[in-house]
Nanobody
Framework: QVQLVESGGGLVQAGGSLRLSCAAS????????MGWFRQAPGEERDFVAG????????YYGDSVKGRFTISRDNTKNTVYLQMNSLKPEDTAVYYC?????????????????WGQGTQVTVSS
């Protein structure tokens, strides 16, 4: 089992920044690829960003490329999502997820463990 707890969400004006954190506990964090997803009301849960277990491989959804950065600190069992130039359409609940194995994946089905989510609201 892996337990994931997100933090760092909140209300921010358009153009602002937030940094989300996801603290993991349980099984060895370094054995998992990690991802961030988001879900707006009435929408599907979409892939935002993923990172492999080394931290050197990353991948982003088209809507956030160039604005968001995913990173991880395996010594702290934590993955981060730095979000810059936020837009109202970034408003959603953001979820952290863990996928067993070294390779990052963009599909929800590849992730076995999920956090409870943190709300991000961007005002115009």
């Amino acid at each position: 089992q892996v337990q994931l707890v997100e933090s760092g969400g909140g209300l921010v004006q358009a153009g602002g920044s937030l940094r989300l954190s996801c603290a993991a506990s349980g099984r060895t964090f370094g054995n998992f690829a990690m991802g961030w997803f988001r879900q707006a009301p009435g929408e599907e849960r979409d892939f935002v960003a993923g990172i492999d277990w080394t931290g050197r491989g990353t991948y982003y959804g088209d809507s956030v490329k160039g604005r968001f950065t995913i990173s991880r600190d395996n010594t702290k069992n934590t993955v981060y999502l730095q979000m810059n130039s936020l837009k109202p359409e970034d408003t959603a609940v953001y979820y952290c997820a863990a996928a067993p194995g070294p390779v990052l994946t963009t599909g929800r089905g590849g992730y076995d463990y999920w956090g409870q989510g943190t709300q991000v609201t961007v005002s115009s």
